[in-house]
């Protein structure tokens, strides 16, 4: 995406990400996060590359499911022979709408259960093998309890308690690579997501990548994984280098790549790391790759509507006239300025004892502030009035 500062190829970028939903995954990124001194440049292309690859797994696994019930600590003296009390197992009672059942397990679950901040009256369910401990939500049996909860109500499971069920888990590539700097499980996808979890690590290697990458291919020949492309976004894309942009060349053209959107608003400058010109300071090569999307200065009605959209979501209210006065300036200055008149013509409007703006309150804003082209002409006019 090309055009003029203001254009909203950030804000595009934005919509794209709320389009997509939490299931694709959306990676945004700003050229200049490149440049780290711990890093290399290529390294921090390649995490993001792999941050906006997803993979859907579905596995069906033996759980244990059901509405809790009971959740009874059992404590035992210390072994040790310390103060404290330990917890020798947990107690947990779950409910379907076929039957209960009382399950006595490891401490470490009462561990998950606390983290999963799981309660009484929630359905959740156990992983038989990891026991891994996944809250899906409040029982609908409780649902009326309180209208202000921001809980997911879902209904009491079916079937039995102990039972064989498809889960289906979202992770992208960069979360393997992570979870999995310093294996400790075997080299297969299960046991990959099963790291997820685990605490942090060491590096990740391109040696380390590749093994995912093998691990993943097979698992997606074998149908047990599907690839979820998402998008990764590049914007200020002219401050990447020349360096940067030969590898995302070949970066581009691997089978596991995801849609990159570029956003600049450079016209025809310099190459970074080079003295070479170039449209939007992209290599000509890899601007061949692309498909270039124009963005058109807003006009004074589409103006108007963002304005008043933004005014909304801002609880401040704005009559008429003010609205079309500020899609005015707006066309004549910039959309930037004109949002951000927003908050001082509403303090205005406040101090004067109205909730409504009015146009002449606009106008004093105007007046109090300069856009950026108006003080550029202030300063031309009265050369040395600032160093
Ligand atoms: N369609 C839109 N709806 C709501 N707000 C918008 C829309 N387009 C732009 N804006 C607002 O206008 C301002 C400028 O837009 P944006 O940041 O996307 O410009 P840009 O094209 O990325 O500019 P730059 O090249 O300077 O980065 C932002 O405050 C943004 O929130
Ligand atoms: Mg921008």
Do not use: W
């Not at 009971?70 to 103060?83: A, D, F």
């Not at 909860?149 to 888990?169: C, L, R, T």
């Amino acid at each position: 995406m090309a055009g003029a500062p203001g254009t909203g190829k950030t804000a595009l970028a934005l919509g794209i990400a709320q389009e997509l939903g939490p299931k694709v995954p959306f990676c945004p990124m700003v050229g200049s996060e490149v440049y780290s001194s711990e890093v290399k440049k290529t390294e921090v292309l390649m995490e993001h590359f792999r941050r906006a690859i997803g993979l859907r797994i579905k596995e069906s696994k033996e759980v244990y499911e059901g509405e809790v019930t009971e959740i009874t600590p059992e404590e035992t003296e210390n072994p040790l022979g310390g103060y404290g009390r330990t917890i020798s197992h947990v107690v947990i009672g779950l409910k379907t709408t076929k039957g209960s059942k009382q399950l006595r397990l490891d401490p470490s679950i009462y561990e998950a259960l606390q983290k999963e901040k799981v309660n009484i009256g929630d359905v959740i369910y156990i992983e038989a093998s990891s026991g891994a401990v996944k809250r899906v939500g409040r029982s609908d049996a409780f649902a009326s309890e309180f209208d202000l909860e921001a809980d997911e109500y879902v209904p009491v499971p079916k079937g039995d308690v102990h039972k064989k069920k498809e889960i289906v888990q979202d992770v992208t590539l960069h979360d393997l690579d992570m979870s999995n700097a310093k294996p400790q499980g075997g080299q297969d996808l299960m046991s990959m997501v099963g790291q997820l979890s685990k605490p942090k690590k060491t590096e990740v290697t391109e040696k380390l990548r590749t093994e995912i990458n093998k691990v993943v291919n097979r698992y997606i020949d074998q149908g047990i994984a599907e690839l979820v492309p998402g998008v990764l976004f590049i914007d200020e894309v002219h401050m990447l280098d020349i360096e940067c942009f030969t590898y995302l060349n070949r970066a581009l053209e691997s089978t596991l790549s995801p849609i990159v959107i570029f956003a600049t608003n450079r016209g025809v400058c310099t190459i970074r790391g080079t003295d070479v010109m170039s449209p939007h300071g992209i290599p000509v090569d890899l601007l061949d790759r692309m498909l270039i999307i124009r963005t058109m200065p807003y006009s004074l009605e589409e103006i108007v509507q963002i304005i008043s959209i933004r005014a909304e979501t801002e609880s401040i209210q704005l009559d008429a006239e003010a609205l079309h006065g500020m899609g005015e300036i707006g066309a004549r200055t910039s959309l930037r300025y004109t949002v951000q008149m927003l908050t001082p013509a509403r303090i205005i409007a406040e101090t004067a004892g109205r909730d409504s703006i009015k146009l002449s309150d606009v106008e004093e804003v105007d007046e109090l502030f300069y856009d950026a082209k108006s003080s550029a002409k202030v300063l031309a006019a009265s050369e040395g009035y600032l160093l």
